[in-house]
């Protein structure tokens, strides 16, 4: 047995943030930050929270799967920038929504979060403890970063993604093989304090050598295990930090950028909910179709990486 994604959803908050504004914040350029991420804008809330923007996405994937929030059985909030230690936000959705039935509860694994939490709803759905999950990556990093440090206030913004997903109901599409990985001696090089009310620091060129090199390699296991090549895959969904890591990766596995989407030109790094916000866009703009073999691949802060293969 395995598990599908029956509906996907997102939310962006309406107030945008281009490079230009920046250019009046702290010493930067458009170019700079062009050059060296890709990034044109991003996103930042003024109202909305971590919980309100992932009920806002968690509404649109049940109604793209037929759903109700009775139907809920499991919601799991990947998230590092929540408002409150607690009750925690998958709670807080699911009171917005009224799922009165589901277990909720938050996972944090910073950018690599909604592929943990979507591993985790795999192994609650195959083992049979539950019938159907809520998976969602939502982040208001714009609170935690630092607006005078120009080395990362650039790089991040604000947004929700979220799946559906339920048992494989047709033979041959579904989550087909994952791959997780975790180095805590590498804590210190994407950190932020919670009680002392620190901004998230970041060694940027460490971070960038990590990603280039694990997650080419991660891919290439979780490919691997599904029994494909590289070759077979229509679309790396990965985790949107920067353009020229995306670049990088595509380069090493020697699969051109027109099967990477990337959307981090218009909405920058969100963390946990990169990968569901891409997946959302591409399943609206029907760019994904069913049958497309798929990766998702994401790392972060942790530091955390992983891997999973699907067919629509
Ligand atoms: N505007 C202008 N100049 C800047 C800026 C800026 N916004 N930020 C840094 N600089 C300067 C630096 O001070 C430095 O100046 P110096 O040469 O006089 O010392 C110069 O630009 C080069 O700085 P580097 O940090 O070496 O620049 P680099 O080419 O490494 O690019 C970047 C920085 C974009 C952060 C890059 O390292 C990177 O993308 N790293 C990965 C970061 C990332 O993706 N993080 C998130 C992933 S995990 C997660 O999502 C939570």
């Known amino acids: ?52 923007l992932a009920a806002k996405a968690a509404k649109e994937a049940l109604a793209a799967a037929g759903k109700t929030p009775a139907d809920v059985d499991l919601i799991l909030l990947a998230t590092c920038s929540p408002e409150k230690l607690l009750p925690c936000c998958a709670c807080q959705v699911q009171s917005i929504l009224g799922a009165n039935r589901a277990v909720a509860f938050d996972l944090n694994a910073a950018c690599s979060g909604f592929l943990f939490a979507l591993e985790t709803a795999y ?18 990093l714009s609170k935690i970063i630092d607006w005078n440090d120009r080395s990362t206030c650039i790089l991040f913004g604000d947004g929700a993604g979220a799946v559906y997903v339920e048992g494989a109901t047709e033979p041959g599409h579904g989550l087909c093989s994952m791959v997780q ?3 805590g001696t590498k804590g210190d090089v994407l950190s932020c304090a919670v009680r002392s009310g620190e901004y998230v620091t970041m060694d940027g060129r460490e971070v960038y050598r990590f990603a280039t090199k694990q997650v080419p390699l991660c891919i290439e296991e979780a490919i691997e295990k599904a029994g494909w090549e590289v070759t077979d895959v229509d679309f790396f969904v990965l985790h949107q930090a920067n353009l020229r890591i995306i670049e990088s990766i595509s380069k090493r596995l020697k699969i051109g950028m027109e099967h990477f989407p990337v959307n981090v030109t218009k909405v920058g790094n969100t963390s946990s909910a990169a990968i569901p916000i891409l997946l959302d866009e591409l399943v609206k703009s029907g760019k994904i179709e069913k049958g ?9 802060a942790g530091l955390t990486y992983g891997a999973c293969t699907m067919i629509w």
């Open 123 to 140: 192994a609650y759905l195959t083992t049979g403890l539950y019938r159907n999950a809520l998976v969602i990556g939502s982040e208001v």
């Open 1 to 52: 047995m395995t598990i599908q994604i029956a509906g996907t959803g997102s939310a962006l908050p309406e107030r945008v943030l281009t490079n230009a504004n920046l250019e009046n914040m702290v010493e930067t350029s458009d170019e700079w930050i062009r050059e060296r991420t890709g990034i044109e804008q991003r996103h930042i809330s003024d109202q909305d929270t971590v919980a309100s």
């Open 181 to 183: 990985g975790s180095d």
């Open 292 to 300: 497309n073999k798929l990766v998702l691949s994401g790392f972060g």
